[in-house]
C-alpha cells in the first residue's frame, strides 16, 4: 500500500516534472519568451516564476502535466525538434542516474522512478495522436516531414 502511495504521489509527480523541465529547458535556450509549465489538474494551488518560466502546481498534481510556450514569432523545425526532445531527453537522464543511484543504493524508491522514467521517455519518443494531443515523437517526425517535405508542421 505504501509503494502504491509513494508512486502515486511522489514518483509520477517528480518524474512528469523532470520530463516537462526538459521541455522548458530547451525552449529556454532556444529563447522562447514565455515559458509555462504545470503539474497536475484542478485548481492552481500553487505557482511560482523564474524569468521567462512560470510554474503552476495543481490540486490533483499527481493526474498530467504539461509544458506550452509562446512567442510572437513561428517556431522554426528545430525549434520544434528540440524542445519536443528536452522531455524525453530529460526522463532519460532521469533513468540513468537513478540507475547509478540504485546500483549504489539499492532503494526501493530508485528502482522505481528509474522505471518510470525510462518509461516516460521511451512512451514519449513513439509518434501517437490521440484526439488534439500528440506525443513527443509525433511533433518531431511532423516537423521533420514539413522540413524536408515541404508540408505544413
Same mark, same amino acid.
Given at each position: 500500500?505504501?509503494?502504491? #502511495? @509513494?508512486?502515486?504521489?511522489? /514518483?509520477? %509527480?517528480?518524474? &512528469?516534472?523532470?520530463?516537462? #523541465?526538459?521541455?522548458?529547458?530547451? +525552449?529556454?535556450?532556444? =529563447?522562447? %519568451?514565455? /515559458?509555462? #509549465?504545470? /503539474?497536475?489538474?484542478?485548481?492552481?494551488?500553487?505557482?511560482f516564476q523564474m524569468g521567462r518560466i512560470h510554474v503552476h502546481i495543481s490540486l490533483f498534481?499527481?493526474?498530467?502535466?504539461?509544458?506550452?510556450?509562446?512567442?510572437?514569432?513561428?517556431?522554426?523545425?528545430?525549434?520544434? /525538434?528540440? #524542445?519536443? &526532445?528536452?522531455? %524525453? @531527453?530529460?526522463?532519460?537522464?532521469?533513468?540513468?542516474?537513478?540507475?547509478?543511484?540504485?546500483?549504489?543504493?539499492?532503494? =526501493?524508491?530508485?528502482?522505481?522512478?528509474?522505471?518510470? =522514467?525510462?518509461w516516460l521517455a521511451l512512451i514519449n519518443l513513439i509518434p501517437y495522436k490521440?484526439?488534439?494531443?500528440?506525443?513527443?515523437?509525433?511533433?518531431?517526425?511532423? +516537423?521533420?516531414?514539413?522540413?524536408?517535405?515541404?508540408? %505544413? +508542421?
Open positions: 500500500m505504501v509503494g502504491w #502511495i @509513494l508512486l502515486l504521489f511522489i /514518483i509520477v %509527480p517528480l518524474g &512528469l516534472f523532470l520530463h516537462e #523541465i526538459g521541455h522548458g529547458f530547451f +525552449a529556454f535556450i532556444r =529563447n522562447v %519568451p514565455s /515559458i509555462h #509549465i504545470g /503539474i497536475g489538474v484542478g485548481k492552481e494551488i500553487f505557482s498534481f499527481f493526474i498530467g502535466a504539461f509544458a506550452s510556450y509562446s512567442s510572437e514569432e513561428a517556431f522554426t523545425y528545430m525549434d520544434k /525538434i528540440l #524542445i519536443s &526532445l528536452g522531455g %524525453p @531527453l530529460f526522463s532519460m537522464a532521469a533513468y540513468w542516474l537513478c540507475w547509478w543511484g540504485f546500483i549504489t543504493l539499492q532503494t =526501493n524508491f530508485l528502482f522505481t522512478l528509474m522505471l518510470f =522514467n525510462g490521440v484526439k488534439d494531443k500528440k506525443s513527443d515523437g509525433y511533433t518531431i517526425i511532423e +516537423a521533420l516531414f514539413s522540413r524536408f517535405f515541404n508540408k %505544413p +508542421a
